[in-house]
């Protein structure tokens, strides 16, 4: 009986012991959501609205560029703002991400690494966000950078046929 009452004690004790640590976890949650939403309402959302999405030109696409080059709050809540897009798989992510930031008219004109006479995107810092981005959402932090780079690559190398493909619909549709 008593070895049972012991027992229990020491059940009891490990119980709270995992409470305690459970609270001091939910407290440092608590804390980074509070700074997270400080630095929020401290950068306005006149960021984004002064950033047409998606980007269709190069000049829009070099204002993004000197932006995120300059104003490290900005590139963070960029970062913030396009992991929350998601998606199932790394694939339909990068795809959903590109799609959202650029127009088939302007990916056309970039390869990955720039080959084929075409710009290299890697050397973009909206490259950078893009990974950054992606390896935010916690099912995708232990992706390996080539399988997001191969997404990415596959979507530059399918935009110059996606673009036939939409011009080949429009005189069918009028």
Known sequence: MLRNIAFLKVELRQIKDNQVSILEQLESIQSHLQVNK????????DDFFNCPLPLDNETDLYVLED???????????????????GGKHVKAMV????AKLFTDDLLSIYSFSGKKGKKPFSSLAICTILFDAIKKQ?????????????????VLAQAPFNLKRK???????G
């Open 38 to 45: 400080q630095v929020e309402n401290n950068l306005s959302n």
């Open 67 to 85: 932006k995120l080059s300059r104003d490290h709050q900005f590139k963070s809540r960029l970062v913030n703002e396009l992991s929350l897009i």
């Open 95 to 98: 795809k959903r991400l590109m």
């Open 138 to 154: 916690v099912k995708f932090k232990n992706i390996p950078q080539n399988e997001i780079e191969e997404t990415i690559k596959y």
């Open 167 to 173: 011009l080949t619909k429009m005189p069918s549709s």
